[in-house]
């Protein structure tokens, strides 16, 4: 094949990876009419068909996955090494993706990239707030962040903040008509926002720990969410108790619209880490980012 249809072949590679030419158009920056015609022209050279198009999705043909499976690896070889060469400039330069949840983002990642950034120009860096435990390598962000103990064993993991408490609170209006709970079992009468987890589909359990006693509470409610956010507003327009972190809830607290309870019944979760694979740990750009993000007693 021609030196000039690498691109085309780059091109199928992401169709194939994102299942969606709709997705891939956007990551290469190009219209999905030109991209379609780019997969058709280049299955007409190669004479067999690459990928299965259907109405609502897109996957590689028997041919298709060959040809994925020799090339995928190659293309991230040398993504690898084009990244490497940005290594040499003076002025650390590249793009790191990251996966994390919207406290974090807000709590740690901003304010500290407010203060890097600004003195290394050359550094992006793409925050995509998700909730489910993303496979960073399967989705090729650079790095994610989670509570520490949800960070899997083969990762390289670096705490950034301190431990995260959490908190039950309802707005005082809710309170007006029902009795404040005085044990975490007392939930199961009211009316509690859920949170549904987006890796695995069912309704978070509520933690709580008292005098080393540990109890799990299934809730009931008429509100349930799948972002922490929208559970902590449904609980200040008054809508339910909420099980959220303390360090987001304390300025309502502070304020008076969020009444807390079982205040002695809240557990603490190990605090947020950053993490990345062993093959990023040489990254410049990774390593700066890293350290500013650290977390320092």
């Avoid at 998700?130 to 520490?148: C, H, K, N, P, Q």
Wanted: charged fraction near 20%; include cysteine.
């Amino acid at each position: 094949m021609a030196r000039e249809n690498f691109n085309d072949l780059f091109a199928f590679v992401v169709v194939a990876r994102e299942g969606s030419f709709t997705r891939a158009a956007a990551l290469l920056g190009v219209s999905q009419s030109a991209l379609s015609h780019t997969i058709r022209g280049l299955e007409a050279k190669l004479g067999y068909r690459l990928l299965t198009r259907t109405t609502r999705s897109v996957s590689p043909t028997a041919a298709g996955e060959r040809v994925l499976a020799t090339l995928s690896p190659r293309f991230e070889e040398i993504e690898a090494e084009l990244a490497a060469l940005s290594e040499l400039k003076d002025s650390p330069a590249g793009t790191v993706r990251i996966t994390t949840s919207c406290h974090a983002a807000n709590a740690v990642l901003l304010p500290k990239l407010a203060t890097l950034l600004p003195e290394y120009p050359d550094i992006k860096v793409e925050i995509v707030i998700d909730y489910g435990l993303t496979d960073i390598v399967a989705e090729r962000f650079d790095m994610g962040v989670r509570l520490g103990d949800q960070v899997a064993k083969d990762m390289i993991a670096v705490r950034i903040s301190p431990d995260i408490r959490m908190a039950v609170v309802a707005a005082p209006s809710y309170f007006e008509k029902r009795k404040a709970p005085q044990s975490p079992q007392d939930l199961t009468d009211h009316n509690c926002i859920n949170f549904r987890m987006p890796t695995y589909g069912g309704l978070y359990a509520w933690e709580f720990e008292k005098n080393g006693s540990k109890v799990n509470v299934r809730v009931e409610g008429q509100m349930i969410s799948n972002t922490p956010p929208q559970m902590l507003n449904a609980a200040l327009a008054g809508l339910g108790v909420a099980y959220v972190a303390e360090d987001v809830a304390q300025p309502h607290i502070d304020d008076g619209t969020l009444v807390q309870v079982l205040d002695d019944w809240c557990p603490t979760f190990p605090g947020f880490h950053v993490y990345y694979t062993s093959r990023r740990q040489s990254s410049r750009v990774l390593t700066l980012l890293v350290d500013a993000l650290r977390y320092r007693a």
